[in-house]
Structures are given as C-alpha cells and as structure tokens.
C-alpha cells in the first residue's frame, strides 16, 4: 500500500464517520497516468463526495451558464446536522421569503477543518501533512517529516475538491479554468471528471500527455488549455476504436486535425454538455492563427517530431 492510499484510507474512515462524506473518489494525472515529468503540477486530485438525496436537494440549473448549478435545500424545516453547516440563507429581493442553498465556502471552511482534525489526531500524518487554502479547493502537501523549523522536501500535493452527488450527477466546488463566476459562493458546476477518467484507455492517454509536453514546450500551443486538448481527444476517443500503440502517430494527427476544424468554426463542444463551447472564450485573431498553425503541423510531420524531441 501507497503512503498516499494509506492517508487516504485514514481520510476517508474519519469523514464518513463524521458524516462529512459517504467516499473519495481518486483521481489527477499521476494516478490517471497522464503526468509528463516531475514538474507536473497537477499530480493527485481526491473527490470527497457526499451523496445528497433528491428529496432533500434539488439543482437548479443556471440557464446563462450551462453546466453549472445551485443546489437548493427543499424544506423549510430545520435542515440535519449534516447540512445545516454548508447552508446560505438566500432572500427573494430582500424580503422575508428565501431559500437555503449549499454554500461553495462554508462546505470548503467545514472540510477544511475536519481534515485538520483528522490530521492533527493522526500518528501517521501529524507531522508529514500541511493543509492549505486554494479558492474552492485545498491543497494538501504531504512530506517525508517535518523538521523543527522547516517542512523540508514536499512529496507531492494531493487537491481535495467537496463534491456533492445527486442521483447520477455530480457537483463540483472548481468551475472550470477561464469561467467567470457570479460572486454568489453558491454556484457549484457539474464534473464529468470521473466518467471522463473510465473512457481513457492507454492509448488515447499517451496522446494526451504528448500534447501535454507541446502545451508545455510550444509556445503556440499554451493558447489551448489542458481541459480543451483532453475533450479533443475524448471526441476522437469516441470517433476511432483503435488506439493500439501501431496507430498513436495516426491518432495523434487525427487530433490535431479535430482542433484544425474546431478552431475554423470556433466551437469545441463540451464532450458531455455541448451547449458549452470551450473556445466561446478564445480571441478571434488566435484561433485563425492556431487553426493555420494545426494545419502546417499535420502537413510537416518532422516540424512534429522536431517539437517532441526537445
């Protein structure tokens, strides 16, 4: 067992004992194989999800943002312990008629301070792990030891993301990179991330770590972020069955030939919800320049080669 699956483990007893979770779902590019180097930032992702029960939640969808929600208590009762702590009081227009919604920052605050919990009561992650606040998310580095005056050398990071799951949705507390959030802390987005995760088989993995590497090395390719060339690929997933390692050279152009096309009409679909256009965002004069630049690269295959070997 890992020291990461050991941690976990002990995570996971504790927050399901104090009702903050039912399990952790682990996910990120190390555990999903898809880190380049040591230097790859995003390296574990855990989903602490609560499962909510539509009698008692209900989303409402944000029609002027697709994929995102918020999640209304029903009742006007008295909500359980387990909720009362994440609740927002929110009024119609200032009167004394409203609703309570799940709050992004108070089930942030309530996370974060039973994992400090957790580990500060843990012989074996006392002095190894350091929580910190990261927007909707917390970042959790972990450590061979702690010295008297220093951390030392950090492992590796571990971003734990609340998560709510209602009947076969589930709702994350990151909206995705580039999104404008209304300053409400009450809107939380639907992940596909682990469903995404299932669909990824070795081939079409070891495509997107090799644009991966070009987003990292290529200048060009930094207008693109790492969401939009995994929805790329999930597409041409989706379009070609055979990523068998004879075909990945082919897969690849394939790719770039689907970003070529997307990038002249300006509209990358959201693999799961294709009211979102992942290049809604995208300055006009870059995608004509990106869509060219697709175009000479699958025409030049040792210009590509060239960027690869670096």
């Avoid at 843990?122 to 959790?140: A, D, E, W, Y």
């Amino acid at each position: 067992m890992s020291i990461n699956t050991k941690f976990m483990a002990e995570i996971e007893q504790y927050l399901k004992h104090r009702g903050i979770c039912d399990h952790i779902e682990t996910t990120g590019s190390t555990y999903d194989g898809l880190n380049i180097d040591e230097d790859d930032n995003i390296q574990l992702e855990v989903y602490v999800i609560q499962t909510v029960s539509g009698s008692d939640i209900v989303a409402e969808k944000r029609t002027e943002m697709p994929g995102y929600a918020w999640l209304r208590f029903r009742h006007r009762r008295e909500s359980s312990p387990i909720f009362d702590r994440a609740l927002k009081y929110r009024s119609i227009l200032g009167t004394l008629f409203g609703s309570k919604y799940l709050d992004v920052t108070k089930t942030v605050d309530v996370l974060y301070e039973e994992l400090q919990k957790c580990i500060s009561n843990s012989k074996q992650m006392s002095r190894k792990v350091k929580l910190n606040r990261n927007g909707p998310v917390i970042q959790m580095d972990v450590y061979p030891d702690s010295w008297l005056l220093s951390w030392g050398f950090r492992l590796y990071t571990v971003n734990v993301v609340p998560a709510y799951r209602l009947s076969e949705e589930l709702y994350e507390s990151r909206p995705i990179k580039g999104d404008e959030m209304p300053d409400d802390s009450m809107t939380w987005r639907r992940s596909f991330a682990l469903q995404e995760r299932e669909m990824l088989c070795e081939g079409s993995k070891m495509v997107i770590r090799v644009l991966k590497v070009l987003n990292k090395r290529e200048p060009d390719f930094n207008n693109f972020t790492s969401y939009q060339l995994k929805t790329a690929v999930l597409h041409e997933n989706e379009a070609n069955k055979d990523w068998s390692e004879f075909v990945l050279g082919r897969r690849l152009v394939d790719v770039l030939a689907r970003l070529e096309k997307c990038l002249a009409v300006r509209y990358l679909h959201h693999f799961f919800t294709p009211d979102i256009n992942l290049l809604s965002k995208m300055p006009s004069q870059t995608t004509d320049y990106l869509r060219d630049r697709m175009q000479r690269l699958q025409a030049n295959e040792s210009e590509l080669r060239e960027l690869l070997q670096r």
